[in-house]
C-alpha cells in the first residue's frame, strides 16, 4: 500500500548529489516514470549511513520517497544491478550525459523512453562500446524528448523529401534548407546523405559520424543559449593532454 | 536578542565550523566570555598566527609555513616516490598509519565536472611540472574511491603514461575485520574483480 505522494521502489539513477547540512545530501536523480526529480537524503554522508556505498552515480537503483512539495524524501534505496564503471572517457562521457539531462530535462516530466535510453547509453559505455556513436545517438533522443526533435527527412521550404546529393544548411529549431553553397567553412552545411544516414541512426561510417557530432553540438549550444558544458572542458583538457 | 551584538557577531563567526549549529555557538561563546578569557586569547592569537603564517607548499600544496613542506623539505624521505591525495587530512591518516616514506601531492578536491571543478582546479599544472621534471618512479593514486574519485585517478594514470611515469592506484574492497555478508555489492564486485594471487604464499 502506497500512501498519497509515496513512491515505492522506482527505477532510478543518481544524476548529481551535493551536501546538504552536516550529513545530508541533495540527489538530483532521474527515475522512470516520474522523470527527473531532487530528492533529500537524510544522513547520507554519515559515517553509519545505510545508504553509504549505495547513492552512487550510473549505478541502476530503486528509490522510494514520500512528500511530493519542492523537495521528497528518500525512504529507501536497493541496487537493481551493478554496473562496473570504465576508466577514462568513458566515465567522463558519463558525467556528460549528466550534465545533458539536468540541463535539459525539466523536474517532473516523465521521459520513460528516454531513461531506458539512458540505461542503454549507459551499459554500452560500460561495456567499452566506442564512446562517440553512444553520445550521438543520446543526444539525438535527447533533444527530442526534451521537444527540440530534429528534422532530417525533408526541406522546410520546398517541403521536398531530402536528396543524398544535394547540401542542405541546416537551421536550427527548423531544420533543412538546400543551399548550393559548399560545405568547407560552414559548420551548418551538410549532404542529404549525412542527415538521411543520421536520421537512420547510421553512425557506424565515419563521415556520418562526424557530420552528427558537428550538427548535434551546434543545436546543443544553440539550446544551451551560450551556457557552457562543464564536462566538454574536462574531456577536451583530459584530451589535450593526451589522456584520452 | 537579549545578547549584545559582538556576542552576536561571535556566535555567527564560530558557526562557520563544521558540526556547530547555534546552540553549540552559543554554548562555546558564552564559555569563552564568561569562564576561560585566557582561552579566548590564545585562541584568537593563535587563529591569526595561522592564517597569516600558514600557506602552502608550492611543490605538493599540503600546509606549509615554509616554501616547502616538512615532507618536501625532508632528506630522509624518497622524493622519487609521489602519493597523490585529495585532502591534507588524508595526508595526516597516511603519515600517522602507513609508514609511508615517499613524498605527497595534494590535490585539495578531486574532478567533479557538474561541479564545474576541472584539472586547473585540482593544481594538475603543477603535478604536470613535477611528472616531466623527470626523477618520478612511481605515482600512487589514493584519491577517494568515490565515482569522482575514480575519475580523477583515471585522468591521472593518463596524466603519469603521457610522462613515462608508472601509476598505481592504491587497491581497496573488503575491509580488515570484514565479513563478506556486510559489504555492499560494489565494493564485493571490486573486490573479486581485483583480486590477487596468492601463489607467493606457498
Ligand atoms: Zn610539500
Redesign the pocket.
Known sequence: MTRAGSIALEPAYLLHARPWRETSQLCEVLSQRHGRLGLLAKGARGARSRWRGLLRPFQPLRLSWTGRGSLPVLTAAEPSAYLQLPAGEPLFAMFYLNELLMNFLSRGDPHPDLFAHYGGALASLAGGQPVEPALRSFELVLLEEAGYGLNLRHDVVSERPLEPGLSYRYLPERGPVATDRDAAGDKLVFSGAELLGIAAGDLGSGENLRAARRLLRSLLDHHLGGRPLKTRAVLSAMRGSGAA | MLLPPRLQQLLAALRCLPGIGPKSAQRMALHLLERDRDGAERLSAALLAALEGVGS?R??R?F?ESE??T??ASGARDHGMVCVVETPADVVAIEESAGWRG??FVLLGRLSPLDGVGPEEIGIPLLEERLAGGGLRELVIATSVTVEGEATAAFLAALARRHSVPATRIAHGVPMGGELEFVDAGTLSHALSARVSMAGDR
Open positions: 607548499c611543490r605538493c599540503m606549509a616547502l613542506c615532507v618536501c613524498a605527497y
